[in-house]
């Protein structure tokens, strides 16, 4: 699937049909700017903050979640563990994906690595659209109506917390939300991992792999 946008350009590369990067207007000076002189005034520290952001490596990811019987997947690459004993990780939302808003509902959710070859590529790419169509911005009338029910015809089947697990995934983890954090435009949402599986060993996909930027 070929990502759209350049690098350093003002939309994140991104599988085809993806949202493009939620406008991000951040004000932190971050760690880069103890290394970089910020000349030019506001907009022009905002694109250094944004270019070095864009090189933050990142995992991929999809995230399970379920809601009155329906089940739903999403691409997510802000996601790391947050502490050892408990285990913890945690996961930053749009706050108007409608994964957490399934995830508010229900507290639960499943974190699925896939591996890196194209096939884990092509499938992650479908976890782009947003389950709403009416969240891509600019869509006719037909495709903002749309529900995306990501994932009709794709093999999982539900974990012991009735969140789906991809059979594709090379490992997941069923987590339970204990924190929810408002974080500018995104919610953290900080839970616990009940259980977890190392399926098979294999290289887990990355944002560096698959050229996809989520970041900046
Ligand atoms: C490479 C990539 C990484 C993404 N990472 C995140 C993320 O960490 N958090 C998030 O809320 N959205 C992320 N997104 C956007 C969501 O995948 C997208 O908004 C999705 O449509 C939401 O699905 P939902 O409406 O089913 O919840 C990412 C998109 C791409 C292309």
């Known amino acids: 699937m070929a990502p759209a946008g350049g690098r350093n350009g003002p939309s994140m590369r991104a599988p085809t049909g993806s949202k493009l990067k939620p406008g991000l207007t951040g004000r932190c000076a971050g760690w880069h700017g103890l290394l970089a002189p910020i000349k030019g005034g506001a907009a022009m520290a905002e694109d250094h903050i944004a270019k070095v952001m864009d090189e933050m490596p990142y995992g991929l990811y999809i995230i399970g979640s379920k809601m009155e019987g329906e089940v739903n997947g999403m691409m997510a690459d802000w996601v790391m563990q947050v502490s050892f004993e408990p285990r913890l990780v945690a996961v930053a939302f749009e ?18 690595a896939l591996s890196q070859n194209a096939d884990s590529m092509d499938l992650a790419g479908k976890f782009a659209q947003p389950y709403y169509g009416a969240k891509i911005k600019g869509r006719t009338r ?13 093999s999982h089947k539900p974990g012991a917390n009735g969140c789906p697990i991809l059979d594709a995934a090379m490992a997941w983890m069923e987590c339970e939300a204990q924190h929810f954090v ?35």
């Open 95 to 112: 706050n108007d994906a409608h994964t957490l808003h399934n995830i508010r509902s229900t507290n639960v959710f499943t974190i699925n």
């Open 142 to 154: 037909m495709a903002a109506d749309e529900i995306h029910h990501k994932l009709g015809g794709i």
């Open 182 to 216: 408002p974080t500018g435009d995104h919610t953290l949402v900080i839970a616990g991992v009940v259980e977890a599986r190392l399926v098979k060993d294999a290289q887990p996909l990355t944002s560096s792999y698959t050229g996809w930027n989520y970041s900046g």
